[in-house]
C-alpha cells in the first residue's frame, strides 16, 4: 500500500527523514533537552541587522552565497526574542537548509 506523501518540495522528504534519523540519534544520546532560548538581546539584535545587510550587499553586487544566506537567517533567530516569531525564523533556517541540500544534490558528481 502506498501513501500520500506530505511533502511537495522535491527533496524535502527525504531531508526530513535525515533530520528525523539525526534527531533519534541525539535523543539517545543526550535524552529530551530543554534549555533557555538565549536570545534576543541588543547586541544580537545589532548583528542580525549588520548581516541582514551583508547579505544584500553580497547579493546586489553579484556575489551571494549560501552561506551569506544561511548567517543572514541563523543571525535573525538569535536577535528574535518572541516564541513564535523565533519558531518561525526556526523553520526558515531549515528551509534554507533544505534548499541549499536540495542544491547540493542537484550537481553533478566530482
Same mark, same amino acid.
Given at each position: ?18 533530520? *528525523?534519523?539525526? $534527531?533519534?540519534?541525539?535523543? =539517545?544520546? #543526550? !535524552? ?5 532560548d538565549g536570545t534576543g538581546n541588543k547586541s544580537q539584535q545589532e548583528y542580525a *541587522?549588520?548581516? $541582514?545587510?551583508?547579505?544584500? =550587499?553580497? #547579493? !546586489? ?19 528574535? $526574542? ?29
Amino acid at each position: 500500500m502506498s501513501y500520500p506523501s506530505i511533502f511537495t518540495t522535491p527533496g524535502v522528504r527525504a531531508f526530513a527523514e535525515e533530520i *528525523d534519523t539525526e $534527531r533519534q540519534r541525539q535523543l =539517545a544520546k #543526550f !535524552g529530551d533537552q530543554h534549555h533557555p532560548d538565549g536570545t534576543g538581546n541588543k547586541s544580537q539584535q545589532e548583528y542580525a *541587522d549588520m548581516r $541582514r545587510r551583508w547579505c544584500e =550587499a553580497a #547579493f !546586489g553586487s553579484g556575489y551571494g552565497t549560501w552561506a551569506d544566506i544561511l548567517a543572514e537567517e541563523v543571525a535573525e533567530v538569535e536577535a528574535e $526574542r518572541d516564541p513564535a516569531r523565533l519558531r518561525a525564523e526556526l523553520v526558515q533556517v531549515a528551509a534554507v537548509c533544505a534548499a541549499w541540500i536540495a542544491d547540493i544534490d542537484s550537481r553533478p558528481a566530482p
